[in-house]
């Protein structure tokens, strides 16, 4: 039963109406837990009692930088499927995937730099996290640049979903980089959900701002591949009944 | 003893961006028997050779040999099969002797005499030493033609074989594969024109593009 | 005429049960180390063909090394200091300009199809031209870099360290590379792209051996930094080769 269901993900009709049902059911919750965790966040969450009322960046920061790592990770296992049972929308996931999480790393480093200026007095510090989350950013423009470089779609995904597969060793490097190094980045405070250091009402918009990105990303994710399904499929007869204009 | 089909390919199914460059292609090829792919530039010819050597994966349908699937041991399929595209593989800056070497001889062993006769028998004797870059368009051919000479493979996959070659070189070409035919081999080749081939060892496939 | 039927023994695949049977006599395949070894060869062969091209990179890596001090400044007390950065980043250049040719010539005439055809392990064929490109751009480069070293004011008691570390270094820079080429086969003008997907993955290389370089240069102990090239270098050894294949695969098709 499972399996069925899963053999018609594969077929794009399938996953393009399902990602347009889909979409407001991410796209809601999105907005609720973005707007709830930013008030909190800003407002109602109390000043920290070392920097004030600057470490409120965390509330965008934190978030931007897990997601640079959950949606490579989300880019990597796709291409893998793509590359090895030849799913052809695996890679239109892939793909779509690819600007979403340069730009989240983009916003983690732009954040963490304008963080770290009043923090350590410096706007960027070659210590290991920083310079491994720099080098995914190339990473994800290396794929785009990739994958926009053959004019044949099929090595495009291939080629690309291969360069994604190879470079999400990057991924626990950058995670483990704070307790591997002595490293000028703080230790892992979120994750320790249950002996979490963080009174409540700092760590719950916190929470919600984990939350609220991923169920952007999904959103967005789910919009991109529509699109992307289109582009690969605009060819085929189905596109007429299933795109009104 | 009844000659039996070697090769298979079932409802081949291949895309190339939007193109449906193999729509349900289907053949059957026995041992002792050419098999002439004919159609039009763009038709699939090549793509169709690339399929049934392994190279390009179709989306649907599968190729057999000696009644197996070739993806279930692709390495030992190859082992079997002789493949010469569109371009002869030639090193320029080798002679047409080392090229060989190394190109056959990663396969099998090769002794240097056995280089030579195979290059007398294609007619490329007088430049064997030569590099490849000083040869002619139909000597390169007939050098790509010596590697044929030198494999025992069943299975000839040749794209094109008589490109830049004049009457004899042709006729050279249909006596190799007449001689492969007698041992039993088999050859799947893409061609414009009738190769000089026994006619009762000749089959015609036309490839139509949509 | 029994000489034309083989004997089951002789076919490399057994026949189907009760199905069709191959006719002719298949010889035994080259052993797989021999055909290595004709594939280092060849490609030792073809470089040697084309002096002129094998110098390129090194000549790169020469006229880079000039350009710090003609930057910074002559005086080799400060060139001292950034010795271990300069010898690495244009070591790092130099062996990008030489990737872009690993496989670009033998896929262009259709030899690397051959090889993939050829009934051997494709990934270890490409190793051998790999290994061979490493003998060619990145050992001399290793045997070159202490002279760069010099140049920069380096003491002569840094010699070895020096080349070590660039050896042991240029092997994971090569095996990197081999990857990123295989994946940009088909495309025209790559050098820049080919650039943007290695150096990423190269950096860690080019961390440790820049810090190896530099405990050699202050006459300490480069042993920890060494061993870390080592085991990037074996790790590239075991994991480099198969996506080589698998991108070179990926662009035959």
């Given at each position: 039963?499972?399996?069925?269901w899963?053999?018609r ?7 393009y ?10 796209a ?10 930013v ?12 920097q ?18 959950m949606?490579?990770?989300?880019m ?13 929308v695996?890679?239109?996931v892939?793909?779509s995937?690819?600007?979403i ?9 732009v ?18 996290r ?14 785009m640049?990739l994958?926009s ?8 995904d ?36 249950a002996?979490s ?8 918009p ?6 609220g ?22 060819s ?10 | 003893?009844?000659a039996a ?8 199914h ?8 193999l ?5 059957a ?6 098999l ?8 699939g ?16 349908g ?10 279930e ?23 047409p002797?080392?090229?060989?070497r ?5 396969r ?10 195979a ?60 001689e ?25 496939f ?5 | ?8 023994g ?19 395949a ?6 290595l070894?004709?594939?280092l ?12 091209q ?12 000039t350009?710090?001090?003609?930057a ?22 130099s ?13 262009q ?64 820079l ?7 080429a ?15 997907l ?10 440790f051996?820049?810090r ?13 930094p060494?061993?870390?090239l080592?085991?990037?270098?074996v790790?590239?050894?075991t ?11 990926i662009?035959?098709?």
């Amino acid at each position: 039963m499972a399996w069925t269901w899963f053999h018609r993900l594969g077929s794009p009709p399938y996953l393009y109406s399902l990602a347009a049902r889909l979409t407001p059911w991410f796209a809601w919750p999105t907005l609720v837990l973005i707007l709830g965790g930013v008030y909190g966040g800003l407002v109602l969450a109390p000043p920290d009692y070392q920097q004030g009322d600057g470490f409120r960046i965390i509330y965008v920061h934190a978030p931007s930088a897990w997601m640079s790592l959950m949606v490579y990770t989300t880019m990597a296992v796709a291409a893998a499927a793509g590359l090895i049972w030849r799913i052809k929308v695996a890679h239109a996931v892939a793909a779509s995937c690819a600007p979403i999480g340069a730009s989240f790393t983009l916003c983690a480093l732009v954040t963490g730099s304008l963080w770290g200026a009043p923090m350590w007095g410096t706007y960027w510090e070659w210590d290991p996290r920083l310079t491994f989350e720099l080098i995914l950013l190339f990473q994800y423009l290396g794929y785009m640049a990739l994958r926009s470089a053959f004019e044949d779609l099929q090595r495009a995904d291939r080629a690309s979903a291969m360069l994604a597969v190879v470079g999400v060793v990057n991924v626990p490097i950058i995670h483990y980089s704070v307790i591997w190094w002595n490293s000028l980045h703080q230790a892992p405070s979120v994750m320790k959900l249950a002996k979490s250091d963080m009174p409540a009402t700092m760590l719950i918009p916190l929470l919600m701002m984990f939350l609220g990105f991923t169920l952007f990303f999904v959103t967005v994710l789910l919009i991109r591949l529509r699109g992307e399904v289109l582009t690969r499929e605009r060819s085929a007869s189905w596109i007429r009944e299933a795109v009104t204009l | 003893m009844a000659a039996a089909t070697l090769l298979q390919a079932e409802n081949l199914h291949l895309w190339r961006g939007d193109r449906h460059v193999l729509n349900g292609i289907a053949l059957a090829v026995e041992g002792g028997e050419c098999l002439q792919l004919t159609g039009s530039n763009g038709a699939g010819k090549t793509s169709l050779l690339r399929t049934l050597c392994g190279l390009m994966y179709p989306e649907e349908g599968r190729v057999l040999w000696v009644g197996r699937n070739i993806r279930e041991d692709l390495r030992g399929f190859h082992a079997e099969l002789a493949y010469i595209g569109h371009e002869p593989p030639l090193k320029a800056d080798l002679s047409p002797r080392e090229n060989l070497r190394y190109w056959i001889g990663v396969r099998w062993p090769l002794a240097s005499d056995v280089i030579n006769d195979a290059l007398e028998r294609v007619g490329a004797g007088s430049y064997r030493d030569r590099p490849v870059r000083t040869l002619s368009a139909g000597q390169k051919r007939r050098v790509a033609l010596a590697s044929l000479a030198l494999t025992s493979v069943p299975l000839w996959l040749l794209d094109e074989p008589t490109t830049n070659l004049d009457k004899e070189g042709q006729q050279l070409v249909g006596a190799l594969i007449n001689e492969h035919l007698e041992r039993g081999g088999l050859v799947v080749a893409a061609i414009h024109h009738d190769l000089s081939v026994r006619a009762t060892a000749l089959r015609r496939f036309e490839l139509t593009r949509e | 005429m029994s000489d034309r039927i083989a004997s089951a023994g002789d076919s490399v695949a057994p026949p189907v049960e009760g199905g069709p049977t191959v006719r002719l006599r298949l010889r035994a395949a080259t052993p797989l180390s021999t055909a290595l070894g004709l594939t280092l060869a060849r490609d030792l062969r073809l470089a040697f063909r084309k002096r002129g091209q094998l110098v390129q990179p090194l000549v790169f890596f020469a006229i880079v090394t000039t350009l710090f001090p003609l930057a910074i400044s002559p005086e080799l007390s400060r060139l001292r200091d950034v010795a271990p950065g300069v010898l690495w980043v244009a070591a790092l250049l130099s062996s990008q300009l030489a990737l872009e040719f690993l496989f670009r010539d033998d896929a262009q005439d259709g030899t690397l199809e051959q090889y993939a055809l050829s009934g051997q392990s494709l990934t270890w064929l490409l190793f051998a031209k790999t290994a061979a490109h490493w003998l060619l751009t990145g050992l001399p480069l290793a045997l070159m870099a202490p002279l760069a070293g010099l140049s920069l004011g380096v003491p002569a008691a840094a010699v070895p360290g020096i080349v070590a570390s660039v050896a042991v270094g240029s092997v994971a820079l090569s095996l990197i590379g081999s990857m990123g080429a295989a994946l940009t086969l088909g495309v025209k003008r790559s050098g820049a792209l080919l650039s943007l997907l290695t150096l990423p993955l190269a950096m860690p290389v080019l961390i440790f051996g820049a810090r190896a370089t530099e405990l050699a240069i202050k006459g300490g102990s480069f042993g920890a930094p060494l061993q870390l090239l080592g085991a990037l270098a074996v790790l590239g050894l075991t994991l480099a080769p198969l996506a080589t294949a698998a991108g070179v695969r990926i662009n035959l098709e």
